[in-house]
Structure formats: structure tokens, C-alpha cells
């Protein structure tokens, strides 16, 4: 394998100069990488394969979809290709080559997850301020413009923050000026994993099942689908930051209320159910006051919005922004079936009982429609 590797390498430093390689051929690598992994899941959601694995219920027009690949290309050719071509003289400086030999994996690895743990900290903290009111408005909320995101959209945002996130990236080559194999390993795993975390997509075999502290998907769906002051989720990678930071309990209440949700249906079905049917009034007024509370802050948080200009709505067509005049659109009850049509940005519970069978309960989350149906 070894050897394999090295007779590759051989051929392309006897064939193309170091500038080539470190310039040029980082380019064609990352789009080759970037477009290879991200286009697959625009047509996942066009045809509706694997669709119960889809991390939310709507899906984003092929307009948007086409929007979005239009706008990367202008940015990787205006911004990304002339980084790269700036940034070769430091990387020069500050130690990188491409002779043989290659480096041990041993170096690389240690190498690489220093850049994973360093990127991490870096993108969260930057992030975070791209979160505070100005930025947000001016240039974070480019990216989030898909409240629902696919894999390409990992790489859409507004130049400034191409340029502010990607010195995240490029932080830990630049102080230990490694390999320029290093470099590209480093950088096919990084688009890879954030890609993965746009997806829209959490799959049985999904990294963030497999490796501890590791965001993935589900993670990072969560931050673009909820208003952007109460998001959380900052990070890139890791869950950590999150978590001793405390940006990460909106995100936390939703997987607990999911695994109740999860555990009372299990209960639900081993009952015998009945023909009459019972809301209970205590904990939906419970909800009904925290969904309030939560479009009042929603509703405060984008009147200190403006002016001047609006934040783009999501292209999506999801609700995430839309504050609506009452927390509940609709509430029907029938002796056979409840109904629930709610305009929260918080995850909330919602519970219905039934009157011989105990409660059966429902996460609640922006814009979602919820039907249940009884014999
Ligand atoms: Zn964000
Ligand atoms: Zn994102």
C-alpha cells in the first residue's frame, strides 16, 4: 500500500511543480470530493429515495437546489481558487513540502485530529459570533437560507464567511506546516464530514451512531432548522463545546422528548384501546404557554432585526421565521381522532390521552402538523 502510494506521489511531483500541486491540484481535489459526495443527496431528495431516513419532512425545490450549486461555483472559482493561490507562499513558510518520503500514518493521524479538535474549537467560537445580531444579518444568514440543507449546502455562505470559517480549517496546517499528502488527506476528510453533517440524512450506519463526541447530521440539521437565536449546535465536529458552553439544551430537550415520544408509543401499543377519546387540557395549556413564550421571543428577536434589510426567508419553504399570531393554527378533536397544527419554534410536548389507554405523546416542533387516529 505503501509503495502504491509512493509511486503515485512519485509521478505527480516528477510531473507537476510543488505550486501546481499545492494550488491547483487542492482545488480539483476538493471539487472532486465536494460535488462527488454532495450531489448524491440533491437526488435522494428529488426522487425520494431512502426517504425515512430524512431528518425532516420537506424538501427543497430543484430551484433551490440548482441555486445553490450556481452560487458555489461562483464562489470556489472568485474566492476558494484565489486563497488557495494566496495562501501557497505561507504554507511554504511555514514548513510544508511534498517530497518523498511520505510521512508516517502515524504522524498523519495525530496530525489530523489535532486539525479536527483545533478546527472545532476555532469554528465554534467564530460561529457563535456569526450568531450576534449584525453578522447574522449581514452575512451568516446567507447560509442559513436552507432551513432544510442537503450536502451542498455545507459550503454555501457568504464570501466573508468562506474566508472568517476557513481560517478555522486552515489554522492547524498553518502552524505545523505539514506534508502537503497530510494536508489533502486533511482536507478530504473535512469536506467529507461536513457534507455528512448537511446531509439531511441520518442513516443506521451514520458516523455520530458509531463515535462518541461526534455531531453528525442529526446535530447539525437541528441549528439550521430552528430560529437563529435559539439554535445552538455551533460547533462543527464535535458535541462537546456545545455541551460545557450549555448552547446545546434546546437540541438535548428535543432527543429527550423524542425518546419519551419513542418509549410511550412503545407502552401505547401493548394497551387496549378504547372509543372515546380525551385531550388533556392541563398539559396542553402547559404547551400551548411555552409555545407562546416562544413566538413572543421569536417575535422579539426579529423585530430587533430591522431595519434596514430582511432576512432572506428559507428558500425551503420551511416555517422556521414565520412567528405566527398564535402558537396553535388549528386544534380539532372528533371521538376518533385529535389533531394538532402548530407555528412553535421550540420543541415542545404535546399530549393526548385516550380515556382507558394513558397518554400518548407527541414532540412538537416548528411548523409541524400532527394527526392522531383512534378506533
Ligand atoms: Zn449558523
Ligand atoms: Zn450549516
Known amino acids: 500500500m ?33 460535488f462527488l459526495s454532495g450531489l448524491p443527496f440533491i437526488y435522494l431528495e428529488r426522487l425520494g429515495y431512502l426517504s425515512k431516513y430524512k431528518i425532516q419532512t420537506k424538501n427543497n425545490t430543484p430551484a433551490a437546489q440548482n441555486k445553490c450549486i450556481t452560487r458555489l461555483l461562483l464562489y470556489h472559482f472568485g474566492v476558494n481558487l484565489p486563497v488557495m493561490i494566496f495562501s501557497y507562499p505561507v504554507f511554504r513558510y511555514m514548513g510544508m513540502q511534498s517530497s518523498l518520503p511520505l510521512p508516517s500514518w502515524k504522524v498523519i493521524l495525530t496530525q489530523i485530529l489535532f486539525y479536527f479538535i483545533l478546527e472545532d474549537f476555532v469554528f465554534y467560537w467564530g460561529h457563535r459570533i456569526l450568531h450576534t445580531k449584525w453578522l447574522y444579518k449581514h452575512v451568516h444568514s446567507i447560509h442559513h437560507e436552507y432551513a432544510t440543507p442537503f450536502g451542498l449546502t455545507s459550503e454555501y455562505a457568504h464570501p466573508a464567511e468562506i474566508l472568517f470559517l476557513g481560517f478555522a480549517t486552515i489554522l492547524g496546517p498553518a502552524i505545523t506546516g505539514p506534508h502537503l499528502f497530510t494536508l489533502w488527506l486533511w ?129 425551503s419553504g420551511d416555517t422556521g421565521g414565520d412567528g405566527g399570531a398564535c402558537a396553535f393554527r388549528h386544534i380539532r378533536a372528533t371521538p376518533h381522532a385529535v389533531s394538532l397544527d402548530t407555528t412553535s419554534h421550540s420543541p415542545s410536548l404535546a399530549r393526548i390521552k385516550h380515556s382507558s389507554s394513558g397518554l400518548r405523546s407527541h414532540v412538537v416542533t416548528s411548523g409541524s402538523e400532527i394527526t392522531y387516529g383512534f378506533k
Open 187 to 315: 482536507m478530504v476528510v473535512r469536506v467529507l464530514e461536513t457534507v455528512e453533517a448537511h446531509c439531511g440524512y441520518h442513516f443506521p450506519f451514520s458516523l455520530s451512531n458509531f463515535i462518541p463526541l461526534y455531531g453528525g447530521a442529526n446535530f447539525h440539521d437541528y441549528h439550521h432548522r430552528v430560529l437563529y437565536t435559539k439554535s445552538g449546535n455551533y460547533s462543527s465536529t464535535f458535541v462537546y463545546m456545545d455541551w460545557i458552553f450549555g448552547t446545546d439544551k434546546g437540541y438535548r430537550k428535543l432527543q429527550a422528548l423524542k425518546r419519551y415520544e419513542a418509549e410511550a408509543s412503545n407502552n401505547q401499543t401493548s394497551r387496549e384501546k378504547s372509543t372515546t377519546t380525551t385531550l388533556t387540557l392541563s398539559a396542553l395549556s402547559r404547551a400551548k404557554a411555552n409555545f407562546v413564550s416562544s413566538i413572543d421571543a421569536s417575535k422579539q428577536a426579529l423585530s430587533e432585526l430591522s431595519p434596514p434589510a430582511p432576512i432572506p426567508a428559507p428558500v
Open 2 to 34: 505503501a509503495s502504491i502510494l509512493e509511486s503515485a506521489w512519485q509521478y505527480l511531483i516528477t510531473h507537476f511543480s510543488d505550486f501546481q500541486l499545492a494550488c491547483l491540484g487542492s482545488f480539483f481535489l476538493h471539487e472532486s470530493v465536494f
